[in-house]
């Protein structure tokens, strides 16, 4: 049976092209489930029905509400990428106000596999909270992709959000499936 991916995508540059990033997932063979924060989900808003036919699964971004049952199959593995600064430091901060950061901090603790690949700047970068959430990630066993095997942050206003490194993300989460 297809392995499941939950790619978890953040309000960063790369969510505009989040559609190569489940292209290049399914290359790899996954089934792949997109969840979106609620700010990415607002900048598909018009184009929600491509992402929906391109997956194959509705796209979450919200919370569901109490009586409503799960709409995705369960993960065999997550991937939040692009991860802004904003959920990374949430997420090592444990608020997990978005179902985004909801999914993978929880699942990371279920024995799931979880990479994180950032997308933000180095002026961001340098705020002492970024360098302290990675470390609080990796200590619980999140693979996060933020040097050369991932993405190494890029000068202020000299990103290319289309040339994100999908590839090495998917790479990243082959790796951590596979144990290595
Ligand atoms: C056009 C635009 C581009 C942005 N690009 C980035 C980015 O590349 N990286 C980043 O960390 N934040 C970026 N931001 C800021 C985030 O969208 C913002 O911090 C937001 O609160 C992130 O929320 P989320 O992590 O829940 O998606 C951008 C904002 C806008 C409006």
Redesign the pocket.
């Given at each position: 049976m297809t392995r499941v991916l939950y790619l978890i995508?953040?309000?960063?540059?790369?969510?505009q092209f989040v559609d190569d990033g489940v292209r290049a997932a399914q290359a790899d063979g996954w089934d792949v489930c997109l969840i979106?924060?609620?700010?990415?989900a607002r900048?598909w808003e018009p184009r929600m029905p491509d992402l929906v036919e391109l997956t194959g699964h509705p796209v979450r971004s919200q919370y569901k509400l109490p009586w409503e049952k799960d709409q995705l199959p369960k993960a065999d593995a997550m991937l939040v990428a692009?991860?802004?600064?904003?959920?990374?430091n949430?997420w090592g901060a444990g608020i997990s106000d978005?179902l985004?950061?909801g999914l993978p901090s929880e699942a990371v603790h279920m024995g799931v596999p979880v990479a994180a690949m950032?997308?933000?700047?180095r002026a961001?970068g340098a705020q002492p909270a970024v360098a302290r959430s990675i470390a609080v990630l990796r200590e619980q066993g999140v693979l996060v992709l933020d040097g050369p095997d991932g993405y190494e942050s890029h000068q202020p206003k000299q990103?290319n959000?289309r040339a994100y490194p999908w590839g090495n993300a998917v790479a990243g989460v082959r790796r951590l499936v596979a144990g290595g």
């Open positions: 995508a953040c309000a960063a540059g790369p969510a979106l924060t609620p700010s990415a900048w692009p991860m802004s600064c904003t959920t990374l949430k978005t985004a950061i950032p997308y933000f700047n961001q990103g959000p």
